[in-house]
């Protein structure tokens, strides 16, 4: 049986969304974690030989940016306390969709991929270079593109009394 809801969709609470967003944040820690961890020990155990200083230095700048993004929803998430310890409010909801902590969640889980692929391939390390060029993408079509793009203002007609009193002011 299907239930269908008419009208205005419920709105969440801010306890709701404070809880939300600390399982979000726990959830993407989790996966941090393992990750991490699970591409260390099985490059070690299984692929040392392979495991040279470039694919090293790859791993480590992979693992500081999925890091950076962690952090980044950990503190976006942080709810409002008050004198007491108490969360009041909420900074961000993470789970917004449109939010800027997707494109942060969405660099943890490339970072999963991309260490799953690159136990099966070294050559898959090339992937990283979507990264720069999705944020350059992203920052040319919400900021620099409508910016460079935008149609110059047009003037609008004055009427005749603001027409004088310009003259006026134009002519002492």
């Given at each position: 049986m299907n239930k269908s809801t008419k009208g205005k969709q419920g709105t969440r609470g801010t306890k709701q969304i404070i809880e939300e967003n600390r399982q979000t944040v726990d959830f993407y820690f989790k996966v941090f974690l393992i990750s991490n961890i699970t591409y260390g020990i099985l490059r070690y155990l299984l692929f040392w030989d392979s495991f040279t200083a470039k694919f090293i230095a790859l791993y480590l700048i992979t693992a500081l940016v999925s890091f950076i993004a962690y952090y980044f929803i950990s503190y976006v998430g942080n709810p409002i306390l008050d004198e007491k310890g108490f969360a009041v409010d909420y900074t961000s909801d993470l789970n917004m969709p449109g939010h800027v902590s997707e494109y942060a969640k969405d660099v943890i889980l490339?970072?999963?991929?991309?260490?799953?692929?690159?136990l099966i391939s070294n050559y898959f390390w090339l992937a990283l270079i979507t990264i720069p060029v999705y944020v350059f993408?992203?920052?040319?079509?919400?900021?620099?593109g409508p910016w460079f793009f935008e149609p110059a203002p047009e003037e609008q007609p004055q009427d005749q009394k603001k027409q004088k009193v310009k003259t006026k002011v134009v002519r002492r």
């Open positions: 490339f970072s999963v991929i991309q260490y799953i692929l690159s993408i992203k920052i040319w079509q919400n900021f620099l």
